[in-house]
């Protein structure tokens, strides 16, 4: 089954605000081969400097553009064309933004596979443990804990015994810090669950004061407390904070993630499926389980990120808990005909139908599809 096509297409809401939000844009791959069957992926990135890496022609041997490495060859030899990808970018990539955009045709080879035996992705990934996993709303903080514990309660209401609240305005200062972690507790009452994730605002004894303060609201993990290189300061952190250590989300691929599993430096690693791929990603799962880690998805984008996500977390003996972005973003809703979030009961199923399991809507791809110069 030969790949005959491969194309990139970014999606962007026509107003995109100045927030950490990856729903206001995506990058969407298309795989198609000589069969008929087409598989879908994206990646979770800028999109043009993504979609610059797959576009890109042939320049020699080890810097060239994703498609001309893939097309004419086997869709369903998924490791080897990792690993043809790899190679192939080795002098302009290895790392960051052209790991994403292997990521994302990977999830689209990984759709195709699925589809062509007949099974969902998890069932090729080895087996799912779970058919359905409790989820968190994960939300921005509100500007204030007044307004944080207004966003709290609605997300409670909607059947979330689960939130998380992210990024700014989190490190501003200690009393905002503090007064929007209050918030966050008052909001979701005492029997439910609060998840802090500071958006890598702090030095690692800011953060350990943080992690000592917040520990009386009781949160079930803090989140990126440090900036994301700082591999040093995470393991210093993790050795002496009350709290659960979580981080990991802008790491691209196995390579990114070997040092921070072989130190041991966080309590519970945040793998994304739109920067890691299938092919990568179940190698970090079985990596971060046997030293002793959790792992959990990182996902703020569509329903094809959400799928995969699924798809791989549902094979984690470890899974405990699932990412589910509740931005009010129609590329979050409506990109496919599947709606992938979690029921009133708090918990999101895992698809069972063949490969992602998911059907974009043509007509919400059109609708926010952004036009190539020069066409």
Request: proline share 4%; aromatic share 8%.
């Amino acid at each position: 089954m030969k790949i005959t096509h491969v194309i990139a297409q970014v999606l962007r809401l026509p107003q995109v605000e100045a927030k950490c939000a990856g729903t206001q844009d995506t990058l969407l791959v298309r795989v198609r081969t000589d069969s008929g069957l087409e598989g879908i992926g994206e990646v979770d990135s800028s999109p043009e400097p993504a979609k610059a890496a797959i576009d890109a022609p042939f320049s020699h041997t080890i810097a060239c553009g994703l498609r001309e490495l893939i097309l004419g060859e086997d869709a369903l030899d998924t490791e080897r064309l990792w690993d043809k990808m790899y190679d192939g970018s080795f002098y302009f990539g290895r790392r960051g933004v052209v790991i994403t955009a292997i990521a994302g045709i990977d999830l689209a080879l990984w759709d195709i596979k699925g589809k062509h035996f007949g099974v969902p992705v998890h069932k090729l990934l080895g087996g799912k443990r779970h058919d359905r996993i409790r989820a968190y709303a994960s939300i921005l903080f509100g500007r204030d804990g007044r307004e944080t514990a207004e966003i709290g309660r609605r997300w409670v209401e909607a059947g979330y015994t689960a939130i998380k609240f992210g990024w700014d305005p989190m490190g501003q200062s200690e009393k905002l810090d503090l007064e929007l972690v209050a918030g966050a507790r008052e909001g979701v009452g005492p029997d439910n669950d609060i998840l802090i994730d500071a958006g890598c605002v702090w030095d690692a004894r800011t953060a350990l004061r943080r992690a000592h303060q917040f520990a009386e609201y009781r949160p079930g993990w803090l989140e990126e407390a440090l900036r994301q290189d700082d591999l040093d300061g995470y393991v210093w952190l993790r050795d002496r904070s009350p709290l659960p250590i979580a981080a990991g989300e802008g790491e691209c691929g196995r390579h990114a993630f070997e040092p921070w599993i072989a130190r041991r430096a966080l309590d519970i690693y945040q793998i994304d499926l739109a920067r890691c791929g299938f092919t990568d990603a179940s190698y970090i799962r079985r990596r971060v389980e046997d030293a002793g880690g959790r792992v959990v998805n990182h996902c703020y984008k569509t329903p094809i990120s959400v799928a995969a996500c699924l798809h791989w977390l549902s094979t984690a003996r470890t899974a405990f808990i699932f990412e589910d972005c509740v931005e009010d973003s129609p590329l979050r809703h409506h990109l496919t005909r599947e709606r992938v979030q979690a029921d009133r009961d708090g918990f999101i199923r895992v698809p069972d139908r063949p490969g992602l399991g998911v059907t974009l809507d043509e007509t919400c791809v059109n609708e926010f599809l952004v036009a190539e110069s020069g066409l």
